[in-house]
């Protein structure tokens, strides 16, 4: 069954594709929004206690859809199609220029598409629609592509402002994060774990060999993990890099995620940081080391 949002939403789109085209197809028209018939229908009756204020016959949406056929008429106050607000089109237009940054996509493709949606949504509001991306280090941000397509390592200089202190790492990456900055996961030699560091915060960077791997990162330390998140820790499903993720709308559990987990240590570490989201997970060695740390 459709929330009620869902519901809302389809309706304003229904009226004018209706409007639009006298006389669908009612079965047509359920496949194209996605509905079976009888969902139609039912949104299509409620089309007659919608209208204008005062609630009069003639302030309603008329309906018919004898036949098999479907017509509407007196909707004139809901026909226009749904516009994006200014708002709305710049978070797009925003994201398409940020996904046009990350490695593996086809970036001409994306910023023509952003190129669309900024004219087709300056030509609506009558206002031009005019947004930035994370600003960056273009350079970094190019060999930091460079490095996750081919494996390689980086070794940097980092600032950590907590300790107002210039380390030194010999890092892996493997993907870019966009934020309030540019962020890079990466497997980090000197912690013998996955980090996350922010792009504003590497000072130096160069090339360098993949050390060798240290007892807290060998290959058998690798393995899959099963985590549920309640609906407060959903957001941590879009932080991580999941395998795989299920959702569900009522329990204690809302999303299922399964990742690859590369260190005990880390997981132990994570499984403190958000236990109170955590709803369930399927590997004890970590719950038992994060119970020790507690000790």
């Known amino acids: 069954m459709s929330s009620a949002r869902e519901r809302l939403t389809r309706l304003l789109s229904l009226v004018p594709y209706l409007d639009a085209h006298p006389g669908a197809d009612l079965e047509e028209t359920a496949a194209y929004f996605g509905i079976d018939s009888d969902t139609l ?50 978070v797009l237009v925003l994201a398409l220029e940020l996904l046009s940054s990350l490695p593996g996509l ?67 990456p493997t993907r ?22 922010a792009l ?25 993990v099963t985590l549920g998140l309640s609906a407060r820790g959903a957001w941590l499903a879009d932080e991580l890099d999941v395998t795989k993720r299920e959702y569900f709308d009522s329990g204690e559990t809302n999303v299922r995620i399964r990742l690859i987990v590369h260190s005990v240590d880390w997981l132990s570490r994570f499984l403190l940081c958000h236990a109170d989201v955590i709803t369930e997970i399927d590997d004890t060695e970590a719950v038992a080391a994060a119970l020790r740390r507690l000790g």
Request: proline share 5%; charged share 25%.
């Open 41 to 90: 229908i039912d949104d299509l009756q409620l089309l007659f206690v919608t209208g204008r204020p005062g609630h009069m016959p003639d302030d309603l949406i008329d309906a018919s859809w004898e036949g098999g056929q479907i017509f509407i008429s007196n909707a004139e106050e809901v026909s226009v199609p749904v516009r994006l607000s200014a708002e709305e089109a710049g």
């Open 106 to 172: 086809d970036s001409a493709a994306v910023a023509t598409a952003a190129e669309k949606l900024r004219r087709a949504a300056g030509e609506n509001l009558r206002t031009s629609v005019d947004v930035s991306p994370i600003d960056t280090d273009e350079e970094l941000l190019a060999v930091l592509k460079e490095a996750i397509d081919e494996e390689a390592a980086l070794t940097i200089d980092y600032y950590v402002g907590s300790r107002d202190e210039l380390t030194r790492r010999t890092i892996a």
């Open 176 to 197: 870019l994060v966009p934020g309030s900055d540019w962020y890079v996961d990466a497997w980090c030699y000197s912690a013998g774990a996955p980090r996350r560091f």
């Open 200 to 224: 504003g915060s590497i000072r130096s960077w160069e090339r360098a060999c993949h050390p060798p791997l240290s007892v807290n990162e060998t290959t058998t330390d690798s393995h899959e």
